[in-house]
């Protein structure tokens, strides 16, 4: 006799968000919902399955800010209801999500003290080259760091060409063969700035 297998799902919820969208899912919603015996561990659940009823099950004391991702991804046409910087999760990966589907947001998430700036940066610099007198902090600006064979240097004198002369500063900026063809390519506008460096750098060489 073969004997069933029942997959067990530790989310004893699961079977409350299965249900589609619609009338219905909304009617089941609230015959379920009861936010002092959910467990607020499964968090993400909510927000991918249940946006349709977000202020109705919405508790920013009970949310599981770790699950920061799946409010960007699936609420976030309530970002000005949810958005907290003190509890939102800055991990890289949320971060990441936060600067690609909430990008008009700008202004009111933008927090260079919980930015992540060693691993996010490079976004800033290549999605928010616009907004740079905003983000732009030379102490906080991760100088060195490496994307792949990529310096940040390089990232950030191809496409934050405008702003040159705001972040070119010697004490920081340190040239190499690869910036210096960089800057004959992308800013030659500002020849006067680097031009005295770039010929003291080829002559050490």
């Not at 946006?51 to 991804?73: G, K, V």
């Not at 310096?151 to 920081?172: G, H, K, Q």
Request: with cysteine.
């Amino acid at each position: 006799m073969i004997m069933a297998v029942h997959k067990y799902n530790e989310n004893p919820f699961v079977y409350r968000f299965s249900k589609g969208p619609g009338a219905e899912a909304d009617s089941a919603f609230l015959e379920w919902w009861d936010p002092k015996r959910f467990d607020w561990t499964y968090s993400k659940y909510l927000a991918k399955y249940c946006s349709r009823n977000f202020e109705q099950w919405w508790d920013p004391h009970s949310y599981n800010w770790q699950s920061s991702s799946a409010l960007i991804r699936h609420c976030r046409q309530y970002f000005h209801i949810w958005w907290d910087s003190k509890r939102f999760d800055w991990k890289p990966r949320s971060t990441r999500f936060l600067m690609h589907y909430c990008k008009e947001h700008f202004d009111t998430w933008w927090d260079p003290e919980c930015f992540p700036w060693e691993t996010n940066v490079i976004y800033l610099i290549k999605d928010f080259n616009d907004r740079f007198e905003t983000w732009w902090d030379e102490e906080k600006f991760p100088w060195g760091t490496k994307f792949g064979n990529v310096s940040i240097e390089e990232v950030l004198t191809e496409y934050c060409t405008d702003n040159f002369p705001s972040l070119y500063c010697t004490d920081y900026f340190q040239l190499t063969d690869r910036l210096c063809d960089l800057l004959g390519v992308h800013c030659v506008d500002f020849k006067d700035i680097w031009a005295q460096d770039y010929l003291l750098y080829k002559l050490a060489k």
